[in-house]
């Protein structure tokens, strides 16, 4: 008998969701930072054993939309509620549960398991995750509780074990030595971006997107071209930096992170150009892979 299906991770921003799924799949698929709206689509990390498969699916942080690359985002993360064998939603210890009631209303009411994983569970005390769990069963009477600290890798092999009876019978959905659906450049971008979540303050993360422009690969190394996508000029100089020094920064820990994950060395060039407001632009949207279907 092989079981086989969809596992899709949701909640808000910030509760440790790509921490978790890296933990799960064992690779490091999602770009875990500590900055809310670092998650932007949705990634698959596949489990494969002989007798089953399990693709999990991360999602970005659900919140209230202020512009059309947000819309989209929240696009992403109610369309993982439509096609789940399983859903796991993710809380921690810290948050208001009454954060986002829509989206949670859109939760009780599916039919599917639904696991209901209080995370962080290291920052909090026995009587305190007691009064959360007691408070979680009652937004969410059919949801199964689980305590873990994603972080510290506390009850991961008991939620693994919990998914693998609840998968429905099935045949693989992937060839059994896939690891996720994106393509290698998704990747590339995705770390690239990770580097400039960490690097840049304000505004500046989540007003740039990245693009791979060139990708080629031989046995031993890897060439890329990347562009980092800004909205404004002012925005451009700050990327770069004084004498370009920011953007060299970024380069060298990226094409580090990028020979770790690729196994190869990495020839990296980065350039920096401004497309004015893309963020609240379909088209460009679009362009960029924020479309779900």
């Given at each position: 008998m092989h079981k086989a299906g969809f596992v899709n991770i949701v909640?808000?921003?910030?509760?440790?969701?790509?921490?978790?799924?890296?933990?799960?799949?064992?690779?490091?698929i999602s770009i875990a930072t500590f900055k809310a709206q670092t998650t932007r689509h949705r990634i698959m990390g596949i489990?494969?054993?002989?007798?089953?498969?399990?693709?999990?699916s991360d999602t970005p942080g659900v919140l209230?939309?202020?512009?059309?690359?947000?819309?989209?985002?929240l696009a992403f993360s109610e369309s993982a509620l439509a096609d789940a064998d399983v859903l796991l939603y993710v809380t921690d210890?810290?948050?208001?549960?009454?954060?986002?009631?829509?989206?949670?209303?859109?939760?009780?009411?599916?039919?599917?398991p639904v696991l209901l994983l209080i995370n962080k569970i290291d920052q909090s005390d026995q009587q305190k995750l007691g009064d959360i769990v007691e408070h979680w069963h009652r937004l969410l009477p059919n949801a199964e509780i689980l305590p873990v600290s994603a972080k510290n890798k506390f009850g991961t092999d008991i939620l693994m074990k919990r998914i693998k009876e609840l998968l429905p019978e099935s045949p693989a959905y992937f060839a059994k030595d896939q690891l996720t659906d994106k393509p290698a450049r998704f990747f590339v971008s995705e770390i690239i971006r990770e580097k400039i979540l960490l690097y840049y303050d304000k505004e500046i993360p989540y007003s740039v997107e990245v693009v791979v422009e060139r990708f080629?690969?031989?046995?031993?190394?890897?060439h890329i071209n990347a562009v980092i996508y800004v909205e404004r000029d002012s925005q451009?100089?700050?990327?770069?930096?004084?004498?370009?020094?920011?953007?060299?920064?970024?380069?060298?820990?990226?094409?580090?992170?990028?020979?770790?994950?690729?196994?190869k060395k990495i020839f990296l060039e980065i350039f920096v150009k401004v497309d004015k407001d893309w963020r609240n632009s379909q088209r460009e949207l679009q362009h960029f892979g924020y479309d779900p279907d």
């Open positions: 909640g808000n921003p910030n509760v440790g969701k790509s921490t978790l799924m890296n933990q799960l799949v064992g690779e490091r489990v494969n054993d002989s007798d089953c498969q399990i693709v999990f209230k939309p202020n512009y059309k690359m947000q819309e989209m985002m210890v810290v948050e208001n549960p009454e954060k986002n009631a829509d989206f949670l209303a859109k939760v009780a009411k599916m039919t599917i080629k690969e031989d046995e031993a190394k890897i451009k100089g700050i990327v770069i930096g004084h004498q370009g020094v920011a953007l060299k920064k970024v380069s060298t820990e990226a094409r580090k992170a990028l020979e770790k994950f690729f196994a």
